[in-house]
Every structure is written in structure tokens, then in C-alpha cells.
């Protein structure tokens, strides 16, 4: 009876361990919005644990912010900006254009980026810590949150 139990308590502690170690790895993903002086920002985390593997982050600018009249006037100044980004290996950039409104779209791989590159020429922020160990899924989620984003 006593090795019965002993038994047990091992696949119970192994079960457990599964578990915990299953849910380390889980894969999970957030969207977050917010608008600021007209400009509509959303992120998408999509991490594997806690490490963020993937970020999207989509913006939307109306042409008046830019003093510009219509979609060929926005693209003939856009596409002149942006032909002066080089390209930087793990981002894919993408650019549309509506009647109002520029919109940018831009997939971050976090496991390939040259994370120098994308603060130099997009403006992003990434601590000493996250170049070196991964972007961090709760820390990056809380400091979205503190600056005024909200959950989708």
C-alpha cells in the first residue's frame, strides 16, 4: 500500500511539473490601441512564455496632419520618405493608402531583428536587457498599459 502511494505522489508530482512546464511555453498574443492627436496605434504581441516573438504595430495618420490633399499627393511625399529606410532584416513594412489616410503596417521578428537598426530608423525602444534575453510578454504588456494603451 505504501509503494501504491509513493507511486502516485510520483505521477502526481510529474503531472504537476508537465503542467507548470506546459504553461511556461504556451503561446499567447494581446492587442492594444490607443489614439493620440489623431494618429490610431495598435500593437499585437505574440509571445511563446513570457518571450515576445512577434510584434505588429499598425498606425493610421490622417493626410490633414501632414498638410496633404489626396492619396496621389500623400504617396508621391510618403513613398519618398520611406524609399530612404533601408531595409532591416526581420521587419516586413507595409504602406496603404486611402482616401484620407495613410496607414503603416510593420511585423517585427523579434527572433531575427537587428534591434539597433529598428530603433535607429523606426523610433522604437527596446532596454539593453531585451536585446540580449528577449522581449519580455508581461513587462512589455504593463508598460503599454502604464502609457495609456488599452487591451483590444
Known amino acids: 500500500m505504501k509503494k ?3 507511486t502516485l505522489l510520483q505521477i502526481g ?3 504537476v511539473l508537465a503542467l ?3 504553461a511556461c511555453g504556451k503561446k499567447q498574443s494581446v492587442t492594444y490601441e490607443k489614439e493620440e492627436s489623431g494618429i490610431e496605434m495598435e500593437m499585437t504581441l505574440h509571445a511563446k512564455g513570457d518571450k515576445v516573438y512577434e510584434q505588429i504595430i499598425k498606425t493610421s495618420m490622417p493626410y490633414e ?3 496633404i490633399s489626396d492619396k496621389e499627393e500623400a504617396k508621391e511625399q510618403f513613398d519618398e520618405v520611406f524609399e530612404e529606410y533601408e531595409e532591416i532584416t526581420g521587419v516586413e513594412r ?3 493608402y486611402s482616401n484620407d489616410k495613410v496607414s503603416l503596417s510593420y ?3 523579434l527572433k531575427k531583428v537587428d534591434f539597433d537598426k529598428v530603433e535607429e530608423q523606426l523610433g522604437a525602444e527596446y532596454e539593453d536587457n531585451a536585446k540580449k534575453n528577449g522581449v519580455s510578454f508581461k513587462a512589455t504588456s504593463e508598460n503599454l498599459e502604464e ?3 488599452t487591451k483590444k
Request: aromatic share 10%.
Open 20 to 22: 507548470v512546464l506546459t
Open 147 to 149: 502609457d495609456g494603451w
Open 13 to 15: 508530482l510529474v503531472a
Open 65 to 67: 496632419m501632414f498638410g
Open 94 to 96: 507595409e504602406i496603404a
Open 4 to 6: 501504491l502511494s509513493k
Open 107 to 109: 511585423t517585427i521578428d
